[in-house]
């Protein structure tokens, strides 16, 4: 382990150096120190005094934030705030962080603050021998021809030892035998074995000989790894590959597109037939991952790129290429590729915040450091030359440290709140390469904040929306309010406002104070309230707190509640059953009876469609979806049964289909029991006839009166008519032929619409319509809207209104045209 205090390198030069930096660069830089450290040291370990050799306060180290700034990474290394000390924060392993046999090394940065200083400490990891040589494989098999010649050499598996230097492979040692000897090949990739034969074999004496490498490193102790040769003596071939030349060099640049061709070897054979064919194969010896980067073709001998090339990763790549031919025992050429890898400019520039003050005081003075950044690139030579600049208009710049790519962040003028509140500085940083690349960082820097704004809602009044039969203590809809300011004082608290007439719609309401969502405590009915409005007021967690208040108008909307109701058939039990008897030489097509049924729903809630669930004989009657009429399909025949039983499903047409059942019963019967049948119902229908001409009577003296005032009115309105309003008379085309008389009327800006009462049952009703309903926007009676009722009352007496129609209106306290008429 080093010491800070014997690795520091002093003396007069040096000190003139440090004397230099000091005056140019101020409190904010000091010399490099150095400490060394071997690997798989205990955590905790102390490394050395930094505080001590930066001649730092120890007292005001903690005030001051002492630390190492480590990035994202884990910390390998941290210092004491109470002592100063610098330890090992993390197990150190120097094979996973230093490849290679170089000099490991790190740079750490020691930072501190009031005033704000950066320290560039350099640790060096030590290699320590904790790894045993290992062979790629355990064992390796040679087979060779009984009249091999003494001083041929085989290759031998290269045993790896991650450890560096001293520890790193030393030699490779054979068990005792009479054939066969180590030689050792020094390369830039280490010690590579050849297995030499050192006395001629012969297969008859002995066939198979076993031999045992040990590879050993230079540690102390040594560790050694071992490797099983087996060498069969085989009688062949006498004449092996050979290249042109034993070593090859190719330059290629890093970005070459995958299944390019790189390479073409050659090498050649002066034996005939199979011994004479040859097979390339990359040597076992390589690295695995050279086998993902490059691919070999075995018989053309042509090499091509497999996988991604980056000159970052590693620049440089021997290949060791073994040329076999197909005799026996087949014979082996070695040579060797080097592929150089040419660096090309594809890595942008990365811009690193060390530290950051991302809330400035409006008071600050120019020149306050607000944040330290630095700004690395993964190329080399022009590469990696970085220009660096704020390319926004703000108050700031940046000012370069002692060390190259290391800025300073500060104010170069006052700031005022008042005018900017927040600033977004865009730092790029482009290098010198050829396409350049650039790298853009933005730092987000706010301006301290007051209680000045109030909360702010985007819409006022709020409209919303509720459908009826909500579900009570559920949510229904929010508010929300936005505040300017930041923090507590944007922090919006919500309530409702319980005061005045909406009080008691108010009191079924529930607001959360914190998200605006609003509860409510009942279930709203269409049928009793369409609309109501109440005030929610914000307020922030500024002090003193500022509020606003907004209107919020409700309107609720009808839901498909109303199943529909059967009007005929029903007995005298209330059920929807009913008979009705045919004569037999009744003929296709004739109307038999009619289903009829209404829903209480508006729109498409309360379109009705029939339809056949069950009858007894599907080729004798039909059923039409929209009238409800039953009629037949055919004549009838001697063999038709005498009584059939018809189930008709009636449904809506809302979202959620509501439905109900009448039962028609229909008998077959002689024609002159049907005639019988018909008199007593004629019977019937004389007093009911009596009843209608009574109230023709009515209507015909009341529409006698009524034209008389209308005329009246009529006269006394074109006197004094106004040029605000306007009257014409539209025709309704939002309705198809069902309906037996649609009228539109419009006075100025208000609409009325009267919908005859003789519409049928199961008529389209376009959604939105109001069935049977004159409707009235406006309570206030225009001369224009009286003049429009009148004509409308006038224009429904003469398609043949209903008094019950009439009776419904006139019951109805509240609806306009029945205070018109008491």
Known sequence: MGNGTNNREKGTPWFGVYVALL??????????????????????????????????????????????????????????????????NKHIDREELCQGGSAC???????????????????????????????????????????????????????????????????????QNDHFEVNIRQSDAGKVPFLVLKKSLDREQKDKHWLLVTAVDGGKPPLSGTLNVSIVVLDSNDNRPIFSQDIYEVTIAENIKIGTGIFQMNATDPDEGTNGEIEYNFSKTLNRDVYDIFELHKGSGEIRVKGKIDYEVNDIYELDVDASDKGTPPLTGECRIIIKIKDVNDNAPQIEVTSLSNKVPEDSK???????????????????????????NVPFELKPSYKENTYSVVTKKNLDREDVSHYELSIKAID???????????????????????????????????????????????????????????AISYQITRYGKTND????????????????????????????????????????PLSSNVTVKVFILDQNDNTPVILYPVNSNGSAQGAEEIPRNIKAGDLVTKVRAYDADIGYNGWLLFSLQRVSDHSLFSLDRYTGQIRTLRSLTE??????????????????????????????????????????????TVDEEDNVTFYLMITLGSV????????????????????????????????????????????????????????????????????????????????????????????CLASNCTCDFWRQVLKAKEHPFARLLH
């Open 704 to 795: 006698s009166l009524l034209f008389v005032i209308s005329i009246i009115v009529l006269i006394a309105m074109q006197c004094s008519k106004s040029t605000e309003y306007t009257s014409k008379y539209l025709q309704e085309t939002n309705y198809d032929g069902t309906l037996c008389h649609s009228i539109q009327y419009r006075s100025g800006d208000k609409r009325y619409m009267l919908v005859g009462p003789r519409m049928s049952i199961g008529s389209t009703i376009v959604p939105g319509s109001h069935a049977n309903t004159l409707v009235l926007p406006d309570r206030r009676h225009t001369s224009g809207e009286v003049r429009a009722l009148i004509i409308c009352f006038l224009s």
């Open 432 to 490: 010198c390469g050829q396409p350049p690349l650039s790298a853009f960082k933005t730092l987000n820097i706010q301006v301290a904040d007051v209680n000045d704004n109030s909360p702010h809602f985007e819409q006022t009044p709020l409209e919303f929306y509720l459908f009826e039969n909500n579900i009570a203590g559920t949510s229904v809809f929010s508010v929300t309010a936005t505040d300017k300011d930041m923090d507590g004082n944007a």
């Open 639 to 684: 063999t038709d049964e005498a009584e059939h039983r018809l189930l008709i499903l009636v449904k809506d047409n809302g979202n959620v289909s509501l439905s109900a059942t009448a039962t028609v019963t229909i008998k077959l019967v002689e024609p002159k029991e049907a005639f019988a049948a018909s008199d007593v119902k004629s019977a019937a």
């Open 105 to 175: 090394l790190m740079e750490l940065k020691i930072l501190v603050e009031n005033p704000l200083e950066i320290h560039y400490v350099l640790v060096e990891i030590a290699d320590v021998n904790d790894h045993s040589p290992s062979f790629p494989e355990a064992e390796q098999t040679f087979e060779i021809a009984e009249h091999t010649l003494p001083g041929r050499r085989f290759q031998l598996h290269t045993a790896r030892d991650p450890d560096a230097g001293v520890n790193s492979i030393r030699t490779y040692t054979l068990t």
């Open 505 to 544: 719609i108010a009191s079924f309401l529930n607001i959360n104070s914190e998200n605006g969502q609003i509860s409510a405590l009942k279930s709203f009915d269409f049928e009793t309230l369409k609309s109501f409005q109440f005030q929610v007021v914000a307020t922030d967690g500024g002090s003193p």
């Open 23 to 88: 005056l140019l660069f101020g409190e904010h830089v000091w010399a490099q120190i150095r400490y060394s450290v071997p690997e798989e040291v205990k955590d905790g370990t102390v490394v050395g005094n930094i505080a001590k050799d930066l001649g730092l306060d120890i007292s005001s180290l903690t005030d001051r934030r002492f630390r190492v700034v480590s990035g994202s990474k884990e910390a390998i290394f941290e210092v004491n705030q109470n002592n100063g000390a610098l330890y090992v």
């Open 366 to 392: 120019p020149g306050t450091v607000i944040s330290l950044i630095s700004v690395t690139d993964k190329d080399s030579g022009a590469n990696a030359k970085i220009i660096s600049q704020i390319t926004n």
